[in-house]
């Protein structure tokens, strides 16, 4: 499997809105509801943010979304906040039992 | 609190062994799938390996099959990865992280880093 393709760095002001695309196939993405979000701030483990393309975790402030159209899921953060700077993967199920990561997007709070 | 404690990274040379550790506390260890991610320095994430919850099914990613072997003890609460013939492409963060569903990681350790170099 391919990874899954994200742009390498979106930015923002605080209390904008940004957008992180993710773009699979209809082999992942576009095949299953399984798309998941991760933050990753530097030197530290990866933060599930959103999960079955939609849901948050407890926790996760209700300013990140995620929504899926077609083989590209998006990942939305309103209200950016400086905290929100990070490195966010997307990910996706593939198909027997496997799994795709996309590239990573660095967000940069302006 | 769920917590993931990983130990056993390291320099080692290329054709070396080491065997990676994770401490799993404050869930049912024995109910959930367990997975090793890794994250090579600047690069993105690699799923490397699952274990089912009572250790009957392991599925890796092709390119440490029959290098890499994942086990557990559930009585120790307790995740593990042997890697053998490591070369320096193996060169990351291992990180242990616990399986929501669907490929769907919700908790994941601090990691630790292996380096493959002479």
Not at chain 1, 22 to 30: F, I, K, P, Q, Y
Not at chain 1, 41 to 56: C, E, F, N, Q, T
Not at chain 1, 73 to 98: K, R
Not at chain 2, 77 to 91: F, H, I, K, P, V
């Amino acid at each position: 499997q391919s990874a899954l393709t994200q742009p390498r760095s979106v930015s923002g002001s605080p209390g904008q809105s940004v957008t992180i695309s993710c773009t699979g196939t209809s082999s992942d993405v576009g095949g299953y509801n399984y798309v998941s979000w991760y933050q990753q701030h530097p030197g530290k483990a990866p933060k599930l943010m959103i999960y079955d393309v939609s849901k948050r975790p407890s926790g996760v402030p209700d300013r990140f979304s995620g929504s899926k159209s077609g083989n590209t899921a998006s990942l939305t953060i309103s209200g950016l906040q400086a905290e929100d700077e990070a490195d966010y993967y997307c990910s996706s199920y593939a198909g027997s039992l496997h799994v795709v990561f996309g590239g990573g997007t660095k967000l940069t709070v302006l | 609190e769920v917590q993931l404690v990983e130990s056993g990274g390291g320099l080692v040379q290329p054709g070396g062994s080491l065997r990676l550790s994770c401490v799993a506390s404050g869930f049912s260890f024995s109910n959930y799938w367990m997975n090793w991610v890794r994250q090579a320095p600047g690069k993105g994430l690699e799923w490397v390996a699952k274990i089912k919850e009572d250790g009957s099914e392991k599925y890796y990613v092709d390119s440490v099959k029959g290098r890499f072997s994942i086990s557990r003890d559930n009585a120790r609460n307790s995740l593990y990865l042997q890697m053998n013939s490591l070369r320096a492409e193996d060169t990351a963060v291992y990180y242990c992280a616990r399986l929501l569903w669907w490929s769907q990681y919700d908790y994941w350790g601090q990691g630790t880093l292996v380096t493959v170099s002479s």
